[in-house]
């Protein structure tokens, strides 16, 4: 066996910095995760404006989601939501709907499963066979993800940033996927939890329009009626955070790379 023994310090070191790029090339995601502890999903965003992001999830069911885009349409309201792609796939009529609504479509994933158990390979596929399927369907930009469960980490982040995507959370729970009933799922959104933080602008509120929350039908309409009253308006994330300043927490204060995925 021969040993390669590097007589000038100067080259010795380039190599091992050439080394040190190819691994952080190669393996960058591995590589932001352990070396940041501070990669945040957006949870509401700082604005001088009366505006709230109002957003929805849908991963299964079909009783739900039309009453809810009806309460919609008759307030005048646009959302956000974000769709499990195997559920929009198997209601392309209601995702239409949707979009000529004039509502945003983002990315609830593809299988309904806590994505930071995965390895970045595995991230980025989830992320871009939900990509290819909602953004045919609705013919819009998909740019927005929220992970099923809301379950991130930096690994998550760093993928999705690299996608071209923003992981977006909230900052007020409507809790209505507990069935809690109506007047509990307003007070969750007009109070907060605890008492004190009800949604004002800036805030993102969590809704469901799978068919696991009905109390969300019977709640809306009051939602809506008590925030105008406020003079707050209700719009999607997108145009929340083209009003911001700067997003919340601080880390989550992070650009969206161009996306490297299918447009």
């Known amino acids: 066996m021969k ?16 080394i040190l790029l190819f691994v952080v090339l190669a393996y960058r995601e591995n590589v932001i995760a352990v070396f940041s502890s501070k990669l945040k999903p957006i ?16 991963s299964w069911g079909e009783k739900t989601p039309e009453p809810i885009l009806d309460i919609l ?4 309201v646009k959302a956000t939501f974000f769709l499990s792609s195997p559920w929009a796939a198997k209601h392309e009529d209601l995702v239409k709907r949707m979009v000529a609504d004039g509502h945003e479509i983002a990315s609830h994933g593809n299988r309904h499963i806590d994505l930071n158990t995965l390895s970045p390979g595995e991230i980025e596929r989830e992320i871009m066979s939900a990509h290819e399927v909602l953004q045919q369907i609705s013919g819009q930009k998909i740019s927005l993800l929220r992970p099923p469960n809301g379950a991130y980490d930096n690994k998550l982040i760093s993928v999705s940033q690299r996608l071209g995507y923003q992981v977006i959370q909230w900052s ?29 602008p800036g805030d ?15 709640a809306l309409p009051v939602v809506i009626d008590q925030l105008r009253a406020k003079n707050y308006q209700l719009v999607p994330v997108s145009q929340l955070l083209k009003s911001a ?19």
Request: charged share 20%; hydrophobic share 40%.
């Open 43 to 58: 949870y509401s965003a700082e604005v001088t404006t009366s505006e709230i992001g109002l957003t929805f999830d849908i």
């Open 245 to 263: 300043a700067k997003t919340w927490p601080p880390e989550s204060n992070l650009p969206p790379l161009e996306q490297t995925g299918s447009s």
């Open 204 to 218: 993102i509120i969590l809704f469901h329009a799978s068919d696991s929350a009905p109390d969300t039908i019977k």
């Open 3 to 18: 040993f390669i023994v590097f007589k000038r310090p100067a080259l010795r070191n380039a190599m091992l910095w050439a």
């Open 172 to 200: 007020v729970d409507s809790l209505d996927w507990k069935r809690p009933g109506p007047e509990a799922v307003i007070h969750n959104v007009l109070n907060g939890l605890p008492n004190g933080h009800g949604a004002g």
């Open 73 to 76: 349409q008759e307030k005048g």
